[in-house]
């Protein structure tokens, strides 16, 4: 198995105003359509349509990951219509949106678990994947059926199952069975919605991220409110625990 040489460390030698890796937390669908009078299913296909442009913007802006919180593994507790509606919702994005992607030279990437997903669900993940596999441009990481808990109690699993040895196992060996291997840490983690929690988001490539919490529900962030987390991105001062 082997990983991306960036993916062992942050992503300390970034452009100024340009994190190299960012990841989102979209939040705020529900609250979306409770404020439209809307019923919640018009709230998650508000935030699916944002997501096409929201990667092209981040395309346009430099960044080279982009990492997208789509269905956390504690989701599936949410009452089974709205469920249903976002998987059923998830075929026909991915479905529809993958050709546009793969033209623009995104690479798709799902990260989390399979074996819970529909076999339609999870053949459109696998089309989508193969299809985009050798573009380089933006790398687009999909989190459906993800959790940071599971995905670390699932690497420690894969490397006892490998045979390694205690004095094997490092940070930077660790790294390599996350489903994260070949992309850098996050340098920006973005939760829209005004929260403030990481719920349970990449909990190992986040360690040294910096934290942007955007009062903006999901479907209406983008554009000017992108620009702001970039530019509260550029007022801190990332140390990685050193003194400067």
Known sequence: MTANPEASKC?????????????????????????????????????FQNLQRVVSDFAQR???????YAFSTENWDRPESEVNGILELAIAVIAHETQQLNENGVRIKHLGRVDRLSPELRDELEQAVEMTANNTGLTLGIAFDYGGRAEIANAARKMIKDGLLASEIDEKKFSEYLYTSDMPDVDLLIRTGGDFRISNFLLWQTAYSEFYSSEIL???????????????????????????
């Open 62 to 68: 430099g960044v080279r990951y982009l990492t997208m």
């Open 218 to 244: 999901w479907p209406d962030f983008y554009g000017e409110h992108i620009k702001e987390a970039f530019e509260s991105f550029n007022e801190r001062q990332r140390r990685f625990g050193k003194r400067l």
């Open 11 to 47: 992503s300390k030698n970034a452009n100024k105003g340009v994190p190299i890796h960012v990841a989102i937390i979209m939040d705020g669908n529900g609250r979306w359509a409770e404020s439209r009078c809307l019923d919640v299913s018009e709230g998650h296909l508000a935030g």
